[in-house]
């Protein structure tokens, strides 16, 4: 998957981790799923 590097961050999880990622194109390519808009 290639993501642009465009800066919205969002927060995702996976498994119960949560994790903050730029954007939601490279929290989807991790396999996390967005659970917020913005930060963790």
């Given at each position: 998957?290639?993501?642009?590097?465009?800066?919205?961050p969002?927060?995702?999880?996976?498994?119960?981790?949560?994790?903050?990622?730029?954007?939601?194109?490279?929290?989807r390519?991790?396999?996390?799923?967005?659970?917020?808009?913005?930060?963790?």
């Amino acid at each position: 998957t290639f993501c642009t590097r465009e800066y919205a961050p969002v927060c995702a999880r996976r498994r119960g981790e949560l994790r903050t990622f730029p954007n939601a194109c490279e929290a989807r390519a991790a396999d996390y799923r967005i659970v917020d808009d913005g930060p963790c």
